[in-house]
């Protein structure tokens, strides 16, 4: 799974033995019915259920409070809520030579975070709270550097960004689409190999070797828009996988507090869709 936060919580990546959808009970078929026969003799055959012995105990599905849809949208939106604010904030009130500062500190900040929270056992509110705070210092410096280069650009962006992803849900939807285990190997070894590439062109920027895989503005030169064409695909497939994950979760009924897992393994999925997007319109800007 390419999406790091969702792979901790084993309910959000595979079917549970005898779990049935949210908001529903598991059919008790699988019982013997009581006996009315006289003594000694044997009562009537109680009804079977299809992969259930008789008169076997089935597998507890939890009824108490689990994860539902409405939960990952009111916690994502939270999440993305907190992350738009501050870099509000930053775009508003930070002077632009203070935007560079904000990108490298947010950047490294929010990925650390991403990494700690990731592998704990349970996400909490504070640590999605933490999570928003450094990812908007790095999109509110990112957002103000674009902007001040291109006007209007971050609202192209925005709008971009949110289509694409309610397009995606969409189709999702009503195409019932589901994730094969071949397409998240996929993604999830296109992933790595992109976030590879990205790091040796940053070493060898500090070396002071422009490689041209990463640009900006519309002098950037082809490679760079095939490998952001290709950074956009690979996060609205991220996506995709993301919200089947969530579909997985709800199925299996996982706690409702896991949902904040949910939302923050979408927000970071989100920014990264925005952040390609932002590059790759910067490119048709002169």
Do not use: C
């Amino acid at each position: 799974m390419a999406n790091m936060v969702f792979g901790r919580g084993e309910g959000f990546t595979k079917h549970h033995q005898g779990a049935a959808p949210a908001g529903y009970a598991g059919p008790g078929y699988g019982f013997q019915q009581p006996g009315f026969g006289q003594p000694g003799q044997p009562g009537p055959m109680g009804y079977q259920q299809p992969g259930y012995p008789l008169g076997a105990e089935r597998q507890a599905v939890p009824t108490g409070d689990v994860m539902t849809y409405d939960d990952v949208i009111a916690k994502t939106g939270i999440s993305l809520g907190l992350v738009f604010l501050v870099a509000a904030a930053v775009f508003a009130f930070v002077p632009i030579r203070l935007s560079l500062p904000l990108m490298i500190v947010g950047a490294l900040a929010s990925f650390v975070t991403v990494l700690v929270v990731a592998f704990r056992p349970k996400v909490s509110p504070v640590s999605v709270a933490i999570y928003a705070l450094f990812e908007g210092l790095f999109i509110g410096g990112v957002s103000k550097y674009f902007e001040t280069l291109y006007p209007g650009i971050v609202m192209q962006a925005v709008l971009a960004t949110f289509v694409t992803a309610a397009a995606t849900l969409a189709v999702m939807k009503f195409a019932n689409i589901r994730v094969s285990a071949r397409f998240r190997q996929m993604v999830t070894i296109g992933t790595f190999a992109l976030a590879g590439v990205f790091l040796v062109n940053l070493v060898f920027s500090l070396l002071g070797w422009n490689l041209g895989i990463v640009g900006v503005g519309g002098n950037a030169g082809m490679l760079a828009i095939i490998v952001s064409v290709i950074a956009v695909a690979l996060a609205v497939f991220n996506l995709v996988m993301d919200f089947d994950s969530v579909r997985v979760g709800v199925e299996n009924r996982v706690p409702a507090s896991e949902s904040w897992r949910a939302a923050l393994g979408i927000t970071v999925t989100m920014v990264w869709l925005y952040v390609e997007i932002l590059r790759i319109l910067s490119y048709f800007r002169d």
